[in-house]
């Protein structure tokens, strides 16, 4: 059974930082894609970044620049690095993992609530 666990989430004044960890177990996650996700109230769920199984990267517009999202294989966990955040950030932030073989499965965590005050 495929787990992702998200957790370093928090209440953040605009212009700090936060770093959202990913832990996957249940798949291999070396060649397993993942992404991080957004959804702020009364708003659809969003793309925020993007990384292949090989460290290939893509980023919202909104976020370029002041996101990096990076993978430790070694420790079947996906990071989202957030700096210079600001209210529009303000989200619950998702993990998933695309199944490696079949696209049209994938694998959601349960999220984790990034609050940025103004």
């Known amino acids: 059974q495929v787990h992702l666990v998200e957790s370093g989430g928090g209440l953040v004044q605009a212009g700090g930082s936060l770093r959202l960890s990913c832990a996957v177990s249940g798949i291999t996650f070396s060649i397993t894609a993942m992404g991080w996700y957004r959804q702020a109230p009364g708003k659809q769920r969003e793309v925020v970044a993007t990384i292949s199984s090989g460290g290939t990267t893509n980023y919202v517009d909104s976020v370029k620049g002041r996101f990096t999202i990076s993978r430790d294989n070694a420790k079947n966990t996906v990071y989202l690095q957030m700096n210079s955040l600001n209210p529009e950030d303000t989200a619950v932030y998702y993990c998933?993992?695309?199944?490696?073989?079949?696209?049209?499965?994938?694998?959601w965590g349960q999220g984790t609530q990034v609050t940025v005050s103004s």
């Open positions: 998933k993992a695309q199944h490696p073989y079949i696209p049209a499965i994938s694998y």
